[in-house]
């Protein structure tokens, strides 16, 4: 008896639907996509169980990494970080008006140094910056003494350029409550006693 | 490459006319490129976005001068100590530096930690007589401090912070730590490293 030969199906699958869906979850990912801001430094933020969304425009950002390192930054609307950038230059005595600089500065994200190495920084190339992240101390933020205290100074330029403005901590897990203490004090000193620390959501381990 | 289409009942096949070419494409090269940039655009998104928990820091310039009293039964003091140790004493700082078993220590642990001990106190407040735990909006009057010393991080007085929205605390302040706090701190410190 001859075997039963069983009709072999095409091998090939329809990818039509396949694509479709594909394509419609690359539509979605490109449009919910949004590039991570670029930071410096890496910050692991502590978790909470708070739903409030950080806003993405007027925000002040103060960072504080893992070292207790501070560094500033602030969102680029209407201009607000030119503005910054010239009270920058009358507060601290620089001159910081090269065209490279200026773009620097103002695309830079947060800012990874203090007001001395900052021409230096916004001139380097990019190997030179990152040299310059890992070995500079940050913001100093001396609370005892207010002339040391610099953070204020950024402070202070930072909410004249942009009034609407609100402040945004956001700190490392590990970084030193001592630290955090400076920054809350050198704020309250602004007149600035509500802020936002910034959490990333889900349950802590 | 197109895929030849199989037509078993043959309708229609009219001998003599040049064969079509099948419309079908072969999409597995679109699908893989397609899926390659949902890997790039997944990867390259942060989904999550960060979360803003709200402080406001008491006002230091405008202390009233005679503030009213503070019921030492609905007070808790929160000690953050190095080493992810959380201590706790309920009423004065005098009264529980008098007793031995005044300062406790504690973990972050969810079952029995920091967790348990603000609620079973919450509890505690709610069920004082006369409605004393309780304000005339009906919230639950449990003050709690906060106070850290130099040497602990941050995320623990996140974490503090957190347990007050989950315990939902009305009352509570982050507060500058003092010199005998600090002296009980390093004194219970020494028993927990004994231990």
Redesign the interface.
């Given at each position: 008896m001859p075997k039963i030969q069983v009709k072999k199906g095409s091998v090939f699958v329809d990818m039509t639907a396949m694509c479709d869906v594909s394509f419609l979850l690359l539509t979605f990912f490109i449009l919910t996509a949004k590039a991570k801001p670029m930071e410096p430094v890496e910050v692991m933020t502590p978790s909470s169980i708070v739903e409030i969304p950080v806003p993405d425009v007027n925000v002040i950002t103060i960072m504080v990494d893992k070292a207790g390192r501070i560094f500033m930054g602030m969102d680029n609307v209407d201009g607000a970080r030119q503005r910054w950038l010239d009270n920058l230059n009358t507060q601290f005595k620089m001159n910081i008006t090269a065209p490279n600089q200026v773009n620097n500065f103002i695309n830079g994200g947060v800012i990874p140094v203090s007001a001395k190495e900052l021409p230096t920084f916004l001139a380097a190339e990019a190997e030179a910056k990152k040299k310059m992240i890992e070995t500079t101390k940050g913001i100093p933020a001396d609370v005892e003494n207010s002339d040391a205290n610099e953070l204020r100074w950024w402070i202070y330029n930072a909410r004249a350029a942009n009034q609407k403005a609100v402040v945004v901590v956001k700190g490392d897990k590990k970084a030193p409550y001592a630290i955090i203490k400076q920054v809350m004090k050198t704020l309250e000193k602004q007149g600035v006693s509500r802020f936002s620390l910034l959490t990333s959501q889900g349950s802590r381990d | 490459m197109a895929?030849?289409a199989?037509n078993p009942q043959g309708g229609g096949g009219k001998k003599g006319r040049s064969k079509k070419p099948s419309p079908r494409v072969?999409?597995?090269p679109?699908?893989d490129l397609?899926?390659l940039?949902?890997t790039f655009?997944?990867l390259?998104?942060?989904?999550?976005?960060?979360?803003?928990?709200?402080?406001?820091?008491?006002?230091?310039e405008n202390i009233p001068v005679d503030p009213p009293p503070v019921d030492d039964d609905v007070v808790m003091t929160v000690l953050?100590a190095p080493k992810n140790v959380v201590l706790y004493y309920f009423g004065s700082p005098e009264k529980a530096a008098a007793d031995p078993n005044g300062i406790k220590s504690t973990t972050?642990d969810k079952e029995s930690g920091i967790r348990k001990v603000i609620l079973d106190k919450k509890k505690a407040v709610a069920a004082l007589p006369n409605g004393l735990g309780i304000d005339s909006k009906k919230n639950n009057k449990t003050m709690v401090l906060i106070k850290?010393?130099?040497?602990?991080?941050?995320?623990?007085?996140?974490?503090v912070?957190?347990e007050m929205?989950?315990a939902d605390i009305k009352f509570y302040a982050?507060l500058?730590i003092s010199e005998p706090e600090k002296t009980l701190v390093d004194n219970s410190m020494k028993k927990v490293v004994q231990k």
């Open positions: - | 895929e030849i199989e072969d999409l597995t679109m699908v397609a899926f940039l949902i655009f997944m390259t998104t942060s989904l999550s976005k960060p979360k803003a928990m709200e402080i406001a820091l008491p006002d230091t953050l972050f850290a010393v130099d040497s602990s991080v941050y995320g623990n007085m996140v974490d912070l957190d929205h989950i982050i500058p």
